[in-house]
């Protein structure tokens, strides 16, 4: 069973739209795009960079996916393993309307696609990372097919934007597997889905 993993920059209150620059995605008036730039140091590249050093495929939104595919063909450096690693993977694009991408080993999917992603997951292969993609991200919370989340989280708070526990959100256990803090103060932690939510009474 392959793993699909969410990595998100996410805010304090639980913004994730635009981190990388204004014109990522000003939808809905967003004014605050590339609010993670400031932030960004050696600590978090080398993280980044782990991240990326292991097998995986990309599976990602249509807007995501034509963002990246703007930009990492070109990034043909072969000491970048960031720019490696995305151009080696599978990618697979959720969208109804894209029908030639161009970058290269892309993978369409259409029609029902809770199920072909669930197919996706039963393959052989290695983990399924979800970068940006808000949407998609709703749909894989909505039917309990996120087996990690790999967030960063950054120290400030925007209010209005698009948030990644939103309409797809689902009662969910998570246990941290992993936390650490960059030196500008991004909390980077890792959860696995855990099971149920469990409650309880102090009285």
Known sequence: MRKIIVLSFVTLDGVMQAPGGPEEDPSGGFRYGGWMVPYGDEFMGKEMIRQVSRPFDLLLGR??????????????NPSDPIAVGFNHATKYVVSKTLTAPGWNK????SGDVVEEIKRLKERDGPQLQVHGSGNLIQTLMKHDLVDELWLKIFPITLGPGKRLFADGTIPAAFKLQECKTSPSGVIIASYQ???????GSFV
């Open 193 to 199: 889905r855990a099971g149920e939510v469990t409650t």
């Open 106 to 109: 892309s993978v369409v999917i």
């Open 63 to 76: 807007k995501t996916y034509e963002i990246f595919a703007a930009y990492w063909p070109n990034a043909t």
